[in-house]
């Protein structure tokens, strides 16, 4: 197979033979087997002649965006089993075949059907074969090929990014680098300088330059100042072929910014500062703020403030604020007016975070003098102390000066100070203090025992201005005195056994006092002297504030004595020395072999010798059996009683009232009959109960007649009497109790019983002169007629 391709230029059919030649070295298995003579035909016919196998590596070249009329023509396949009779048919496949590559079936010829773009894709590969249209078959095995696209200079070069930033610090020597930007051409970099990429700096200049190749830039002048100018707008443009004319270029923006050194120090404004501060401002108050400017910024313009020097580094203080990097002149200790009106101060303000490579350029701190006025103001008085404490015997007299507190105005006025104690500490009123000078007695008698401190408050005030005062505490201790005399620590119960031996130890007892000597208690314990020879117990004294009790004699009895009362003088050290007399309370009791107690009263002797304990017992349950019978006996006589025939409300017994409100006065009359009561004749004679049935028919026994006596008082009093001795009448027999009023009454009866028979039209009006009790009632009955109404 001969494969023919029509190029206009011989060195195009050059440099094909000698691709073709170098691509048959690196893949010698593209070939196959039969041997057939395959050339490259130029239009004028002459041939070259190679002896080669039948399919050839053939690899074409093909312009770039080519711009003709007519389709590319891009070359011919040809094969020498192609007699030109039509038989033969040549088919194209691979990369593009049918849509970017076509090709003549017939004769072989390949043509480009678009505009091919190198950047998009610079290799296509295709296969072809030849096959009988006849039979089918392929006349030669199929072989692949390569088209390449020819680059042409028609990308610019662009970017990575269409901004940059970057930054470079200020005072930066020349040629400090400070970005590097690149770009990048879309073009072959293997075939001409289409990809040669030169860079240069369109704007920007003096300040920045840029490396043609690496895109690199750089500071062109020295000791660029940020305080100066701190943006900086640098253009740079990239262009192909070399930066020769006719080259495609693309350009890029760069922001650069100077950043700050700590090359400036800071300096005041002004060299001087003036403030005032009255005298008695608290410490720490804030008189004014200075601040130094520092051209720099971030930690290089961060400042600290100290006093250098003055007669008021000891009197004021200076602080620095770190957000507004101020000074802030405080009070460190209390001014006075009277003792220095003036201060002058020197402060420095020094950056904290120097640059040593510009240490050079001079100190980096300033000084300013701070002038501080102290105004005059009225101030309340001093004490001489913070606080006093003051000593007292408590046995000092009332009346008596204690101590003393003084006090001054610091004023140049030197105004009159008054003295007074707060109440509030001194509620029971024990202090006083003179107004004139401050001396403090006593209003009344001290006890240490009871308050061995005092703590009031003095109030010193003057007198022409009563608003300015001070206070100061006063801590009053009283001293003891040995006014108490010691006594038993607690109440001792003793005994002796009845079988103690002489010299036995029965109790030890010791004392307390209530005074508080320097020295400590100290205790002697004697007899009393009256009885200094006590033939029954002996006092040891033990040394050690306590004393043992010992038994003087060979066994005690209950019988002759059951209690032993021994005195017992007892005495302290200190001066003047108190003494006091207790008396032990010796009880005699019974006591086993090992010195415990059983008994101690006599009646248990008696007892013990009279009676065991089965007697006892039996005692006691003949007691508890004749209790039982009498309250059997009370029971069954109570069982004897008959119950009442008649439990109704129909009771016939008309004086029994069942109900609990006050009834309905005279016209009630359905309860009992008023009319017995105050006529004694119409009263019935006494009959027997019919609700119970006795069981004795007594004699039924008449009283006398009452007629005579009209009293009613008496008739009730008779009339329960008569009962009461009546034995038919049951226990739980009623009566009805009618309140007396008395006799010769005022008034007379205040009772409406028998207002039905009165005169409507009675006068009430006296009721008003019996005072408020009566108000009431007054209300009630002495009104007009129209109110009664």
Not at 489 to 512: D, H, R, W
Not at 641 to 649: D, Q, Y
Request: net charge negative.
């Amino acid at each position: 197979m001969r494969t023919y391709h029509c190029i206009p230029l011989l060195i195009w059919t050059y440099m094909l033979y000698t691709v073709d030649t170098i691509l048959l070295q690196e893949k010698p298995n593209s070939y196959l087997s039969s041997k057939k003579i395959v050339g490259l035909t130029k239009d004028d016919g002459k041939m070259l002649r190679r002896t080669k196998r039948g399919w050839m590596w053939n690899q074409f070249f093909l312009l770039e965006e080519y711009t003709g009329t007519d389709t590319q023509y891009v070359g011919k396949l040809h094969t020498d089993q192609d007699k030109g009779d039509g038989n033969l048919k040549y088919i194209l496949t691979g990369d593009g075949a049918g849509s970017l590559f076509v090709i003549d079936e017939n004769t072989g010829d390949i043509h480009a059907a678009k505009k091919l773009d190198r950047e998009e894709k610079s290799l296509y590969i295709l296969r072809a074969k030849a096959i009988d249209r006849k039979t089918g078959r392929q006349v030669e095995p199929e072989s692949e090929f390569i088209i390449k696209i020819h680059d042409i200079n028609d990308n610019e070069p662009k970017f990575t990014k269409d901004l940059y930033t970057a930054s470079v610090p200020e005072m930066s020597g020349v040629g400090t680098s400070v970005i590097q930007v690149t770009a990048t051409d879309a073009d072959d970099v293997n075939y001409g300088n289409s990809a040669k990429v030169v860079y240069s700096i369109l704007q920007g200049q003096p300040y920045f330059s840029v490396d043609p190749e690496s895109g690199v830039i750089k500071t062109a002048l020295p000791d660029m100042s940020r305080e100066n100018r701190e943006q900086y707008q640098v253009v740079i443009q990239a262009k192909d072929m070399g930066g020769q004319m006719g080259g495609l270029s693309g350009t890029t923006t760069v922001n650069i910014t100077l950043t700050d050194v700590n090359n400036n120090p800071p300096r005041f404004p002004q060299s001087t500062y003036q403030f005032n501060s009255p005298e008695s401002v608290p410490l720490g108050t804030h008189l004014g703020r200075i601040k130094a400017n520092d051209p720099d910024v971030g930690e290089n313009a961060e400042m600290e403030y100290s006093i250098a020097e003055g007669d008021g580094a000891d009197m004021f203080d200076v602080i620095t604020d770190k957000d507004t990097q101020e000074g802030i002149i405080t009070v460190k200790q209390n001014l006075d007016f009277e003792n220095q009106m003036l201060y002058t101060l020197r402060v420095d303000a020094s950056n904290t975070h120097p640059d040593p490579r510009f240490l050079h350029l001079g100190p980096f701190k300033d000084t300013a003098v701070v002038k501080i006025s102290v105004e005059d103001i009225d101030e309340p008085p001093v004490f001489s102390k913070v606080s006093y404490l003051i000593e007292v015997d408590e046995d000092v007299k009332e009346g008596s000066i204690i101590g003393q507190v003084t006090a001054y105005d610091p004023d140049a006025r030197n105004n009159l100070i008054k003295y007074s104690v707060d109440r509030h500490t001194d509620m029971d009123r024990i202090f006083g203090i003179h107004s004139e000078n401050g001396s403090i007695f006593t209003l009344k008698a001290l006890d240490r025992e009871s308050s061995p401190w005092h703590n009031i408050t003095v109030t010193a005030t003057e007198i022409n201005n009563p608003k300015q005062s001070s206070h100061i505490p006063v801590f009053i201790r009283i001293l003891d005195i040995n006014d108490h005399a010691p006594e038993f620590a607690m109440y001792y119960e003793t005994f002796v056994c009845e079988n103690a031996k002489p010299g036995q130890l029965i109790q030890t007892v010791s004392v307390m006092d209530k005074d508080d000597p320097p020295r400590g208690h100290k205790f002697y314990f004697e007899p009393v002297p009256e009885f200094t020879l006590n033939p029954n117990f002996t006092i040891v004294d033990n040394k050690d504030n306590t004393a043992g009790i010992m038994t003087r004699k060979d066994g005690y009895s209950r019988n002759k004595m059951s209690t032993y009362l021994l005195p017992i003088l007892i005495f302290d050290n200190d001066y003047p020395i108190q003494s006091s007399t207790g008396t032990l309370t010796i009880r005699v009791c019974a006591c086993d072999n090992q010195g415990n107690m059983q008994s101690c009263t006599a009646e248990a002797l008696v007892l013990s010798a009279g009676l065991s304990t089965g007697a006892l017992v039996a005692i006691l349950l003949c007691v508890l059996i004749l209790l039982i019978l009498v309250v059997l006996f009370a029971a069954l006589k109570r069982q004897r009683k008959k119950e009442p025939l008649i439990i109704s409300k129909d009771d016939v017994r008309d004086n029994i009232v069942t109900y609990n409100d006050e009834g309905g006065g005279e016209e009630d009359t359905q309860a009992f009959d008023i009319g017995t009561l105050r006529n004694p004749e119409a009263r019935e004679d006494s009959k027997l109960r019919r609700d119970v049935m006795p069981e004795t028919i007594f004699q039924i026994r008449r009283t006398v007649p009452l007629w005579e006596n009209i009293d009613v008082q008496d008739f009730i009093h008779r009339r329960l009497k008569e009962n009461d001795a009546d034995p038919s009448a049951p226990p739980y027999d009623s009566l009805a109790t009618y309140a007396y009023e008395g006799n010769d009454s005022i008034a007379d009866s205040l009772s409406s019983l028998e207002s039905l028979t009165a005169d409507c039209n009675q006068d009430y009006d006296y009721l008003s002169d019996w005072g408020p009790r009566f108000k009431k009632l007054a209300d009630m009955y002495g009104g007009d007629d129209s109110d009664r109404d």
